[in-house]
T-cell receptor, first 114, second 115 residues
Framework: AQSVSQHNHHVILSEAASLELGCNYS??????LFWYVQYPGQHLQLLLK??????LVKGIKGFEAEFIKSKFSFNLRKPSVQWSDTAEYFC????????????FGAGTRLAVHP | DTAVSQTPKYLVTQMGNDKSIKCEQN?????MYWYKQDSKKFLKIMFS???????INETVPNRFSPKSPDKAHLNLHINSLELGDSAVYFC??????????????FGPGTRLLVL
């Protein structure tokens, strides 16, 4: 069965600090990978996604993620965070041909202090 | 313009009651989903419909019954509510599921509290 692990449950940073959130998945086949963000009081929205090709993908708001197949990882990065990045971040995976069934990680709560 | 909407936003009810949550999308998508987010923020898929046909049905108690009157709507009916049903329920939609590459667009969530 597929599973997704997000190692950092709670991250606290100061503005302008760099961010890296870890995500590892467990699945033997080909997967599609996603990062979603949930700002306080809002619905989930897509930050970025990876299907194939260049393993470094860029998303909205300056976020990027790198797929490392050998490590089954898809870590999210941002060089300089802002207070407005305070949110919950979810990594998700689905198997190719698997009815778009997203398996989510437990989420990482990011708090950015001014 | 609201893409995926859910009603109600909040629902407080007693154990044993039956309640429904409605979801509508105006994105022209064929596939809709229900997810449950528990108190620890863990999101888990419950159901998915493609063009009114059930395609994903996770191990959810049969007290939960999804209904899709048309491809723009996917409602969730819950019978005999239990304390453990308290959660935030998210509806989502996407273009057809065939490749798995389709972005899912989420609604604002319905916060259900069972007393």
């Amino acid at each position: 069965a597929q599973s997704v692990s997000q190692h950092n449950h709670h991250v606290i940073l100061s503005e302008a600090a760099s961010l890296e959130l870890g995500c590892n998945y467990s699945y033997g086949g080909t997967v599609n990978l996603f990062w979603y963000v949930q700002y306080p009081g809002q619905h989930l929205q897509l930050l970025l996604k990876y299907f194939s090709g260049d393993p470094l993908v860029k998303g909205i708001k300056g976020f990027e993620a790198e797929f490392i197949k050998s490590k089954f990882s898809f870590n999210l990065r941002k060089p300089s965070v802002q207070w407005s990045d305070t949110a919950e971040y979810f990594c998700a995976v689905n198997a190719r041909g698997g009815y778009n069934k997203l398996i989510f990680g437990a989420g990482t709560r990011l708090a950015v202090h001014p | 313009d609201t893409a995926v909407s859910q009603t109600p936003k909040y629902l407080v009810t007693q154990m044993g009651n039956d309640k429904s949550i409605k979801c509508e999308q105006n994105l022209g998508h064929d596939t809709m989903y229900w997810y449950k987010q528990d108190s620890k923020k863990f999101l888990k898929i419950m159901f998915s419909y493609n063009n009114k046909e059930l395609i994903i049905n996770e191990t959810v108690p049969n007290r939960f019954s999804p209904k899709s009157p048309d491809k723009a709507h996917l409602n969730l009916h819950i019978n005999s509510l239990e304390l453990g049903d308290s959660a935030v329920y998210f509806c989502a939609s996407s273009h057809p599921h065939s490749s798995g590459r389709e972005t899912q667009y989420f609604g604002p969530g319905t916060r259900l509290l069972v007393l």
